[in-house]
T-cell receptor
Framework: GQNIDQPTEMTATEGAIVQINCTYQ??????LFWYQQHAGEAPTFLSY????GLEEKGRFSSFLSRSKGYSYLLLKELQMKDSASYLC?????????FGAGTRLTVKP | NAGVTQTPKFRILKIGQSMTLQCTQD?????MYWYRQDPGMGLKLIYY???????DKGEVPNGYNVSRSTTEDFPLRLELAAPSQTSVYFC??????????FGPGTRLTVT
């Protein structure tokens, strides 16, 4: 089976940088995704890693280490609108497994 | 493009009733998925399909059925609804194993 672990809640200040970690166990790794989900809304895609290293996309970056079963999502220059849940998801062949999500609160 | 659409948005069912949640995508994606999300939890995969005529079970398939007769449509059938099926249901689609696009969700209550 798969375990995907990420912190339940985090708080950060507007303008700061925050790192959300995700660890996973999988038998047939085929990619790691990060999604953002605002309360009461559907998830939206943020980033995708299938090879080790850093993927940068504007204020958002995601890192993957397949040997360690570890990823992080880095959010820079935090804005109030970044308050949301961040979901780590792993594709095991065609099966998709999501972590429970990290609820980020950005304070002024 | 409308993306992924789901109907209905809300539904209340009595225990033992049946219903079908509709999902349609207009992006010509070959992969489609059904998830449920309980309060404060991540998404759990119910069923997925890698193309018309092909469906596979996800993590929590019991109590549900799906079909994929066309590329565009992927309905989810609930037979004999139970309170444990109270949840928010999301449909999603993707081009092969790329990122998924989610519909707005269906909020289902079984009482």
């Amino acid at each position: 089976g798969q375990n995907i672990d990420q912190p339940t809640e985090m708080t950060a200040t507007e303008g700061a940088i925050v790192q959300i970690n995700c660890t996973y166990q999988t038998s047939g790794f085929n990619g790691l995704f990060w999604y953002q989900q605002h309360a009461g809304e559907a998830p939206t895609f943020l980033s995708y890693n299938v090879l080790d290293g850093l993927e940068e996309k504007g204020r958002f970056s995601s890192f993957l280490s397949r040997s360690k079963g570890y990823s992080y999502l880095l959010l820079k220059e935090l804005q109030m609108k970044d308050s949301a849940s961040y979901l780590c998801a792993v594709r095991d062949n065609n099966d998709m497994r999501f972590g429970a999500g990290t609820r980020l609160t950005v304070k002024p | 493009n409308a993306g992924v659409t789901q109907t209905p948005k809300f539904r209340i069912l009595k225990i033992g009733q049946s219903m079908t949640l509709q999902c349609t995508q207009d992006m010509n994606h070959n992969y489609m998925y059904w998830y449920r999300q309980d309060p404060g939890m991540g998404l759990k995969l119910i069923y997925y399909s890698v193309g018309a005529g092909i469906t596979d079970k996800g993590e929590v398939p019991n109590g549900y059925n799906v079909s994929r007769s066309t590329t565009e449509d992927f309905p989810l059938r609930l037979e004999l609804a139970a309170p444990s099926q109270t949840s928010v249901y999301f449909c999603a689609s993707s081009y092969s194993s790329a990122e998924q696009y989610f519909g707005p969700g269906t909020r289902l209550t079984v009482t």
